[in-house]
């Protein structure tokens, strides 16, 4: 793997959670390190213009210091912001910035943000080189495996190959093509297909790169299966709605156990966080919303997701009802 010696990441990158807007909060990233110590995890995408003149700025960059590793993936494709918001993410702490060429959705495009950068290489690399001139972290891009009509491997290789020359040594690749005429940014995470191939490709044809592979991977089987092809799996909406999978990641990937031993402990692990953020005025479904998966395929999970969705919203909910919904999900011997 490039980066071994200056990035404090490269193994830690092995497998990561993706950036989903709405759900890669800090409630939910809290959560994720109750079950894996090990992987990386990423912040919904942060636009340049909330860091700049959103306030207050914790809004958008607090996190609590048990999500390291941690990375922030930004939005946007101004240079000078880019790099601004850089050095403001380094000065908070965060271990990596990532750039974001890959999501599809209208309001994005029209502010040149996400997957329409593929179509301007030029200023993708312009950026990655500002932005590294500002900072010592790394600095990382997801892209796709292409836009529109650009679909073919020339077409990624070109795109791969300029922003490599300004310096970006880490692309973690969605392996499906953006349709950003046509298709919704739902359609877009489903309809157009995936292409692996494609990606083990561009790993092979740039050794000296860190590729690493996002898109549709349900499994740690599936996970093991790619990492004979790229160096990094990254993995969005089955870790989500699924969280238990993250448990067995720290064994599996990286060889350590984890801090889990069971749903429940997981569960019980992040109690005092839930009365922390009670106590600074956060409502409880906000928390416990990420944890509605938790017990998926669990006697009892479907009354444990019931009791919360019912009664986590409602005005003064705390602890009583988060230990009545567990209290609904017998607890085995064993996980």
Known sequence: ??????????????????????????????????????????????????????RPRERFLGYDEVEHPLALQLGGSDPGELAECAAIAEEWGYDEVNLNVGCPSDRVQNNLIGACLMGHPDKVALAVATMREA????????????????????????????????????????????????????????????????????KASRPDLHIGINGGIKSLEECQTQLNHVDSVMVGREAYQNPWLLA????????????????????????????????????????????????????????FRRHLSENAHRDGAGLAVFDDALGLVPEPASA
């Open 1 to 54: 793997m490039p980066m071994t010696d200056r990035d404090p990441l490269a193994q830690a990158r092995r497998f990561s959670v993706a950036p989903m807007m709405d759900w890669t909060t800090r409630d939910y990233r809290v959560f994720a390190r109750t079950l894996t110590r090990r992987t990386l995890l990423y912040t919904e995408m942060v636009t340049t213009g909330a860091i700049l003149h959103g």
């Open 248 to 303: 067995q990641v720290d064994q599996a990937i990286y060889g350590e156990p984890g801090p889990a031993d069971s749903r429940h402990a997981a569960a019980m692990a992040l109690r005092p966080y839930i009365q922390r953020r009670l106590e600074e005025g956060a409502k409880l479904n906000h928390i416990t919303r990420h944890l509605l998966g938790l017990f998926q395929g669990c006697p009892g999970g479907r009354r």
């Open 135 to 202: 900072v010592s972290i790394p600095v990382t891009v997801k892209c796709r495996i292409g836009i529109d009509d650009q679909d073919e491997d020339a077409d990624l290789e070109r795109f791969i190959t300029q922003v490599a020359d300004a310096g970006c040594e880490v692309f973690i690749v969605h392996a499906r093509k953006a349709w950003l005429q046509g298709l919704s940014p739902k359609e877009n995470r489903d309809v157009p297909p995936l292409n692996y191939p494609r990606v083990h490709r561009l």
